[in-house]
């Protein structure tokens, strides 16, 4: 028995190969990842200051590239060491992990589409926590910008949704420059500005100070034709124009007016064939 010795079956080398290189790359993605979360954090002071982690009151974007660079370091270290050394223990842990996480994201899948109305109020809450800290973090800023720019929307469901913000409500109290605007990234774009104004937003939400001044803002809309034909003069003019109706419409001239969940929605459904085809290409890719 001294000289017989249990050989279990040898793994192809073209599998164990490709595994090792496939982590590799997952491995060194990981390390970039969490090397510009760190450098992030480094250069908003927060490293050097790890209390102030907890000050934001909105999400942190740092934490996507942190959480996301430490589960593919993990993985990637795992899965390169456990294929070339034939470690039995890093590649289970390597298999159970991946398993956890598509486990993980079936069931968000699942969930997501059985409480969408719960999902929907859940992301409503989470942008207008966010725009109430539009200002306090400037990768928080870029992010919102991005989004509301790629979406063409303006906060949650409207651009009154910014009332929440303490630089852009229009309460009396409020002295900033900004009160009764929107950051720049809900305004309509105009193909022939080759530079952002980012004051386009200032007073995008202000009420008109009388009908004259709407109606000719305006000018040069079929809305002016309409009024003139019907002879419309005085206080009744001033009393349309004011009206919550035209309010909108003047509105949408200059910045977005739907909201950014139902732009959400909409580009879900029309890229529905591109997400899932994602989703089921990540799954394989765990498989």
Same mark, same amino acid.
Request: proline share 2%; with cysteine; net charge negative.
């Given at each position: 028995?001294?000289?017989?010795?249990?050989?279990?079956?040898?793994?192809?080398?073209?599998?164990?190969?490709?595994?090792?290189?496939? !982590?590799?790359?997952?491995?060194?993605?990981?390390?970039? /990842? =969490? #090397? $510009?979360?760190?450098?992030?954090?480094?250069?908003? @002071? *927060?490293?050097?200051?790890?209390?102030?982690?907890?000050?934001?009151?909105?999400?942190?974007?740092?934490?996507?590239?942190?959480?996301?660079?430490?589960?593919?370091?993990?993985?990637?270290?795992?899965?390169?060491?456990?294929?070339?050394?034939? !470690?039995?223990?890093?590649?289970?842990?390597?298999?159970? /992990? =991946? #398993? $956890?996480?598509?486990?993980?994201?079936?069931?968000? @899948? *699942?969930?997501?589409?059985?409480?969408?109305?719960?999902?929907?109020?859940?992301?409503?809450?989470?942008?207008?926590?966010?725009?109430?800290?539009?200002?306090?973090?400037?990768?928080?800023?870029?992010?919102?910008?991005?989004?509301?720019?790629?979406?063409?929307?303006?906060?949650?469901?409207?651009?009154?949704?910014?009332?929440?913000?303490?630089?852009?409500?229009?309460?009396?109290?409020?002295?900033?420059?900004?009160?009764?605007?929107?950051?720049?990234?809900?305004?309509?774009?105009?193909?022939?500005?080759?530079?952002?104004?980012?004051?386009?937003?200032?007073?995008?939400?202000?009420?008109?100070?009388?009908?004259?001044?709407?109606?000719?803002?305006?000018?040069?809309?079929?809305?002016?034709?309409?009024?003139?034909?019907?002879?419309?003069?005085?206080?009744?003019?001033?009393?349309?124009?004011?009206?919550?109706?035209?309010?909108?419409?003047?509105?949408?001239?200059?910045?977005?007016?739907?909201?950014?969940?139902?732009?959400?929605?909409?580009?879900?459904?029309?890229?529905?064939?591109?997400?899932?085809?994602?989703?089921?290409?990540?799954?394989?890719?765990?498989?």
């Amino acid at each position: 028995m001294s000289g017989k010795h249990y050989k279990g079956p040898e793994v192809s080398c073209c599998i164990k190969y490709f595994i090792f290189g496939f !982590n590799v790359i997952f491995w060194f993605l990981g390390i970039a /990842f =969490l #090397g $510009i979360g760190l450098w992030a954090w480094n250069e908003k @002071g *927060v490293l050097s200051n790890i209390s102030s982690i907890t000050d934001l009151g909105g999400f942190d974007p740092v934490w996507l590239f942190l959480v996301v660079g430490g589960v593919m370091f993990i993985l990637g270290f795992a899965g390169c060491i456990g294929a070339l050394r034939e !470690n039995t223990f890093l590649l289970k842990f390597f298999s159970v /992990f =991946l #398993g $956890i996480i598509f486990f993980l994201e079936l069931t968000a @899948g *699942v969930l997501a589409f059985v409480f969408k109305d719960w999902i929907k109020d859940q992301l409503y809450f989470f942008i207008n926590n966010n725009i109430r800290a539009y200002r306090d973090d400037i990768d928080l800023q870029n992010l919102i910008d991005f989004t509301q720019e790629y979406w063409q929307c303006c906060g949650a469901f409207g651009a009154d949704d910014w009332n929440l913000n303490i630089y852009f409500n229009c309460t009396d109290s409020n002295a900033s420059r900004e009160r009764c605007g929107v950051p720049f990234s809900c305004c309509t774009k105009d193909p022939a500005e080759d530079v952002i104004n980012t004051q386009c937003g200032y007073d995008a939400r202000q009420k008109p100070v009388s009908g004259i001044s709407l109606f000719c803002h305006l000018a040069q809309g079929a809305f002016r034709r309409a009024l003139e034909y019907a002879g419309c003069c005085g206080s009744i003019c001033d009393t349309v124009l004011s009206s919550s109706l035209v309010k909108e419409v003047d509105q949408q001239i200059v910045i977005y007016t739907k909201g950014c969940v139902p732009q959400f929605e909409k580009w879900l459904q029309d890229n529905l064939t591109i997400v899932a085809g994602i989703f089921i290409g990540i799954a394989l890719l765990q498989m």
